[in-house]
């Protein structure tokens, strides 16, 4: 994957401070701000078709019950994801990813999370490996994963594809101890940015790994992790973070 120098700024969710997350106008907003990629959700609907959405059950974002499996896709993009944020987002629809990149075009880097629960994690990873190659996407996009499992299955069927490691404090001991991260060997580690310390980031750099720290929402703890060297600092306000990278290089 090719990566801008210095540290970048990946939208969460697209800029979803602003706008309703996980949506095109999220994305969009992101390249607006000058975002240098986006961050975004990916589950498998009921008929086997790839969709964007973060929580497993719905009824946060949308007016809907039940688990996203459990629904078909058409089903699903009927749903109005978009009025919950604001009246001025009705009628925005779940993505698919296809959608996303033919948005984005080259502007944006994009980073696919696999949502750690699904049940369907198998059935995922051979759908986006068909992704990459139609949409030749392994110089300008990643796959990131709490699950080892699912970077496992992603990496055995297409090693070009690059991967992720996401873990965090509420995380079991087992995968905060780090064993998975070593035997799997990601181009990056995703840890949540409390964990982050100038020896974590030496040691990852020391291995060749990438630091991405997330989710950060204000400019004194991204300033901190520049100055770290954290490679990509994700948050849900990414204007905030371009400001704050800003100022970091103005000051050096």
């Not at 089903?75 to 990813?97: H, K």
Request: aromatic share 10%.
């Amino acid at each position: 994957m090719n990566w801008p120098e210095g540290t970048c700024v990946f939208a969460h969710r697209g800029a979803s401070g602003y706008a309703p997350e996980n949506t095109l106008a999220a994305f969009e907003l992101a390249a607006e701000m000058g975002a240098h990629g986006i961050e975004f959700d990916v589950q498998i609907t009921k008929d086997g078709r790839l969709i964007i959405h973060h929580d497993r059950v719905l009824g946060r974002t949308e007016d809907a019950t039940g688990a996203v499996e459990d629904w078909t896709f058409a089903d699903l993009r009927a749903l109005d994801v978009g009025s919950w944020f604001g009246n001025e987002y009705a009628g925005e629809r779940m993505p698919t990813p296809e959608e996303i990149v033919e948005a984005v075009g080259d502007r944006l880097l994009l980073n696919f999370e696999l949502i750690n629960d699904s049940l369907h994690l198998n059935g995922v990873a051979p759908l986006l490996a068909d992704l990459f190659r139609r949409m030749n996407l392994f110089n300008r996009a990643m796959i990131s994963s709490f699950n080892p499992r699912s970077l496992w299955r992603v990496k055995k069927l297409e090693p070009r594809i690059a991967i992720g490691a996401l873990w965090g404090a509420f995380e079991p001991w087992y995968l905060r101890s780090g064993w998975w991260r070593r035997l799997l060997q990601p181009q990056a580690l995703h840890p949540e940015h409390t964990l982050i310390t100038p020896d974590l980031v030496r040691r990852a750099h020391a291995r060749g790994q990438r630091v991405h720290a997330w989710t950060v929402n204000d400019e004194e703890t991204a300033r901190r992790l520049c100055g770290m060297g954290v490679d990509m600092i994700m948050g849900d306000y990414p204007d905030r973070l371009l400001n704050a990278m800003r100022e970091v290089k103005s000051q050096a």
